[in-house]
């Protein structure tokens, strides 16, 4: 005969242990650390992986921390010159253009090694957003009299700013378009198409990194979202081939890839990426508020796996407890 069940009875039996996890994880500093297991856990840090050029991710890096988010610099591409880099100081040297077009922050790099090496001389620069045109607030101030950045278009794409560019006078005007050799052509044809007469060179191109420490890799399959700031990068399958391809078979990341612009977001797309976000105007605020939303919808979707994961440790603990009554 089963004995009585009364509260006081269950209150002998201990509850489920429900763990969220204790793998070692490698921290920032390289040290090693455990994720002590608790109810109330998020994921694991870093939460977001950064993959511009070594080096050239600490602004977005800063801007993450301060708002307590913890990232890994995870490098996928690479920058190599071209042979049109060797012709643009030259160029810059002999011919007047009415307009200097600079679409990136490398590629306004890239410019500015070429034009102090041609003599800093006057130029007329447009620039696709504010995110390049921080790049020529840090030349020096005797320089900055030759160099004056007089457009940025309404909205930081391509394909609009070929549209607004100023066209001076009847006459064509003249265009020096220095970029990567895998940006698209939406610029000099949109261009072309208003007339404009634009000479563009490829200064540099882009490659996939050829090695990733696998710690870092491992770590870098713990975050929730990839932060990606290059549409030639994403055309390039570097988001595959520099970072899932390195994935061993049984491995796939899935989450979320923040993208910098809308350029990169549809790249990221046609590539099948299926969880996107980008800001509707380019640059570092927008893309750190795309990176705070996709982790807001991430960490809501874990709370409610959590939830389910909870209720069936639960469930099976009930179900065990009433076959020991029988």
């Known amino acids: ?24 994880r490698r ?25 511009r050029e070594r080096g050239k991710n600490g ?3 800063n801007a993450l921390e301060t708002r307590g988010i913890d990232c890994l610099e995870l490098p996928v591409i690479e920058h190599n010159q071209l042979p049109d880099f060797h012709k643009l100081s030259s160029i810059l040297s002999s011919t007047l253009f009415d307009w200097i077009i600079i679409t990136s922050p490398e590629a306004g790099v890239t410019f500015l090694d070429a034009w102090q090496a041609a003599g800093t001389p006057k130029v007329r620069v447009g ?9 020529f607030e840090k030349i020096v101030p005797s320089s900055k009299q030759s160099l004056n950045v007089a457009f940025v278009p309404s909205k930081a794409t391509g394909t609009v700013l070929a ?9 064509r005007s003249s265009v020096l378009y220095p970029a990567s050799a895998k940006a698209s052509n939406e610029i000099d044809e949109g261009l072309a198409k208003r007339g404009f007469e634009v000479t563009r060179l490829n200064t540099y191109t882009t490659e996939p990194i050829s090695h990733v420490d696998q710690l870092v890799l491992e770590e870098a399959l713990t975050a929730p979202v990839i932060a990606v700031a290059s549409p030639s990068a994403v055309r390039d399958f570097v988001l595959y081939s520099a970072w899932v391809s390195l994935l061993p078979e049984s491995q796939k990341w899935d ?5 910098i612009g809308e350029t990169t977001a549809l790249a990221a797309k046609k590539l099948g990426v299926r969880n996107v976000y980008f800001p509707s105007n380019p640059g570092l605020e ?7 939303e996709a982790l807001q919808v991430n960490s809501q979707l874990h709370k409610v796996q959590e939830l389910k994961n909870d209720s069936f440790a639960l469930l099976t603990w009930t179900l065990s407890f009433c076959r020991l009554r029988k």
């Open 286 to 292: 927008g893309w750190v508020n795309s990176i705070l």
């Open 1 to 24: 005969m089963m004995s009585p069940f009364s509260l006081s009875t269950l209150s002998h039996i201990p509850p489920p242990v429900i763990l969220r996890s204790s793998s070692p």
């Open 127 to 135: 620039v696709v957003g504010a995110g390049t045109a921080s790049i």
């Open 59 to 61: 602004t977005l890096i």
């Open 163 to 171: 549209a607004e560019l100023p066209n001076y006078g009847n006459a």
């Open 255 to 259: 989450n979320a890839a923040v993208c």
């Open 27 to 51: 921290s920032l500093n390289g040290r090693i650390s455990l994720k002590v297991a608790s109810v109330s856990a998020a994921y694991a840090s870093p939460k977001v992986v950064v993959t």
